[in-house]
T-cell receptor, first 112, second 117 residues
Framework: DAMVIQNPRYQVTQFGKPVTLSCSQT?????MYWYQQKSSQAPKLLFH???????NEADTPDNFQSRRPNTSFCFLDIRSPGLGDAAMYLC???????????FGQGTRLTVV | AQTVTQSQPEMSVQEAETVTLSCTYD???????LFWYKQPPSRQMILVIR??????QNATENRFSVNFQKAAKSFSLKISDSQLGDTAMYFC??????????????FGTGTLLAVQP
């Protein structure tokens, strides 16, 4: 089945140690999103891609970076994770003009 | 900037009953989508229903229907014949319908719905 896959499902990292989360899709969608969701809160958009065009939210910390080497893959890099970065990270995809986003299962990041 | 507001943090309904979740939004756009997403305890976000702003007819998907009031900027979700599997966090969301690149999906704060047996 076509889908959005996030790896790993659970990630534990040390304070200040760089970590990369990955997302892949088989839907061939041109838009990909990264959201941060803390417990019992709404997902907060960090950035999104339209094809290779990168769109950063104004309040996304510089500590968060992203790469999209091709249509299928997108990565979230956290350069120096702090305790406040512990959250669920959601990847989603969308085809421009269809108005529907498909989500992966998320990666739960723990910072110790 | 667009904002989405859900004024009911938590709701409870008896199995087989009907419940309505509220959502209001603010935008100056005329062409957009509105959504209700469901996030069960397993945490994968699932689309429940979608409404295109240019359509006057309210969207319906089986037991789920919306009441879209464009002038009032209101978009409520009605769940009929509630089932235990409907227990989840429900998010209202907004997306501009541009021909260009900014397809941002903006979420409300969510309503936690508990269906009681």
């Amino acid at each position: 089945d076509a889908m959005v896959i996030q790896n790993p499902r659970y990630q534990v990292t040390q304070f200040g140690k760089p970590v990369t989360l990955s997302c892949s899709q088989t839907l061939n969608h041109n838009v990909m999103y990264w959201y941060q969701q803390k417990s019992s809160q709404a997902p907060k958009l960090l950035f999104h891609y339209y094809d290779k065009d990168f769109n950063n939210e104004a309040d996304t910390p510089d500590n968060f970076q992203s790469r999209r080497p091709n249509t299928s893959f997108c990565f979230l890099d956290i350069r120096s994770p702090g305790l406040g970065d512990a959250a669920m990270y959601l990847c989603a995809t969308s085809r421009l003009g269809t108005g529907e986003a498909f989500f992966g299962q998320g990666t739960r990041l723990t910072v110790v | 900037a667009q904002t989405v507001t859900q004024s009911q943090p938590e709701m409870s309904v008896q199995e087989a009953e009907t419940v309505t979740l509220s959502c209001t939004y603010d935008t100056s756009e005329n062409n957009y989508y509105l959504f209700w997403y469901k996030q069960p305890p397993s945490r994968q976000m699932i689309l429940v229903i979608r409404q295109e702003a240019y359509k006057q007819q309210n969207a319906t998907e089986n037991r789920f229907s919306v009441n879209f009031q464009k002038a009032a900027k209101s978009f409520s979700l009605k769940i009929s014949d509630s089932q235990l599997g409907d227990t989840a966090m429900y998010f209202c969301a907004f997306m501009k319908n541009y021909g260009g690149a900014t397809n941002k999906l903006i979420f409300g704060t969510g309503t936690l719905l508990a269906v009681q047996p």
